[in-house]
Nanobody
């Protein structure tokens, strides 16, 4: 069993910063990639940023230059540093991980966190 637990969301003014964290726990053998998605009211869930093998990163065009994804491999924790936040960044942010457990015969499986609310408003 694997759990992803997000933290760090909240209310911030436009132009401000927030740092989200997502810790993966359980019987983890290895992590292929982790990512942050977001879903605003009335919109589809979208990829914000991803990191593969703890190194290779990818960003949505709307957040390039403002958001940074990073990973602490020793702690199985992924971070999303969000700077210059805009009202349009308001959404529930979800952590996603493609993880293999220590169980014999385990395959790569996608896990999701419960989500954390980010609200950007003056």
């Amino acid at each position: 069993q694997v759990q992803l637990v997000e933290s760090g969301g909240g209310l911030v003014q436009p132009g401000g910063s927030l740092r989200l964290s997502c810790a993966a726990s359980g019987s983890i053998s290895s992590i292929r990639n982790m990512a942050w998605y977001r879903q605003a009211p009335g919109k589809q869930r979208e990829l914000v940023a991803s990191i593969m093998s703890g190194v290779a990163t990818n960003y949505a065009d709307s957040v390039k230059g403002r958001f940074t994804i990073s990973m602490d491999n020793a702690r199985n924790t992924v971070y999303l540093q969000m700077n210059s936040l805009e009202v349009e960044d308001t959404a529930v942010y979800y952590c996603n991980g493609v993880i293999r457990t220590r169980l014999v015969g385990s395959i790569w499986t996608t896990y999701w966190g419960q989500g954390t609310q980010v609200t950007v408003s003056s």
